[in-house]
T-cell receptor, first 112, second 111 residues
Framework: SQTIHQWPATLVQPVGSPLSLECTVEGTSNPNLYWYRQAAGRGLQLLFYSVGIGQISSEVPQNLSASRPQDRQFILSSKKLLLSDSGFYLC???????????FGSGTQLSVL | GENVEQHPSTLSVQEGDSAVIKCTYSDSASNYFPWYKQELGKRPQLIIDIRSNVGEKKDQRIAVTLNKTAKHFSLHITETQPEDSAVYFCAAYQAGTALIFGKGTTLSVSS
């Protein structure tokens, strides 16, 4: 069966510090991968999605970036965090021919 | 791009009552409409979905309806129970893109 791992679970970072959140999927190959952010009152906001290695689509212009160095690995990064980057970050995957989305357990990021 | 509007943002019902959450979408090319339930501090979980070639789908106490012409779809929960309390998200999808979510509805079921 397929599983998705996301870490860390919680993170407290000062403003201006870098960020790296990692997500890996097991039990499937060539998945579609996604990063969503959940802020209070704003629902699930799509940040990035990837249909293959090195293929990244960005939905929201901001100081975040994403990379997919391996087929089942998706990384969310920032060089300098802003206060507004605080939120609950969710990685997700779907099959290439299947729209059903499965979420990781999330990372609660607090930027202070 | 796709835009999904969801309402109400909060909904309070008594145990045993029905709850209805409504969503509208903007892009007529969207063809898949799932609903997710998120309990406090946990990840969203898929509870039911519907495709554009179907008007209604039911799974025990949960049902979803779709009106393609009006670009509306709704979640219906009957005989609500306290464990139904959660945040519910609707979403819309079109091939080649990603799921776009509404802003969520916080459902509270009091006993």
């Amino acid at each position: 069966s397929q599983t998705i791992h996301q870490w860390p679970a919680t993170l407290v970072q000062p403003v201006g510090s870098p960020l790296s959140l990692e997500c890996t999927v097991e039990g499937t190959s060539n998945p579609n991968l996604y990063w969503y952010r959940q802020a209070a009152g704003r629902g699930l906001q799509l940040l990035f999605y990837s249909v293959g290695i090195g293929q990244i689509s960005s939905e929201v212009p901001q100081n975040l970036s994403a990379s997919r160095p391996q087929d089942r690995q998706f990384i969310l990064s920032s060089k300098k965090l802003l206060l507004s980057d605080s939120g609950f970050y969710l990685c997700a995957w779907s099959g290439q021919q299947n729209e059903k989305l499965f979420f990781g357990s999330g990372t609660q990021l607090s930027v202070l | 791009g796709e835009n999904v509007e969801q309402h109400p943002s909060t909904l309070s019902v008594q145990e045993g009552d029905s709850a209805v959450i409504k969503c509208t979408y903007s892009d007529s090319a969207s063809n898949y409409f799932p609903w997710y339930k998120q309990e406090l501090g946990k990840r969203p979980q898929l509870i039911i979905d519907i495709r554009s070639n179907v008007g209604e789908k039911k799974d025990q106490r949960i049902a979803v309806t779709l009106n393609k012409t009006a670009k509306h779809f709704s979640l219906h929960i009957t005989e609500t129970q306290p464990e139904d309390s959660a945040v519910y998200f609707c979403a819309a999808y079109q091939a080649g893109t990603a799921l776009i979510f509404g802003k969520g509805t916080t459902l509270s079921v009091s006993s």
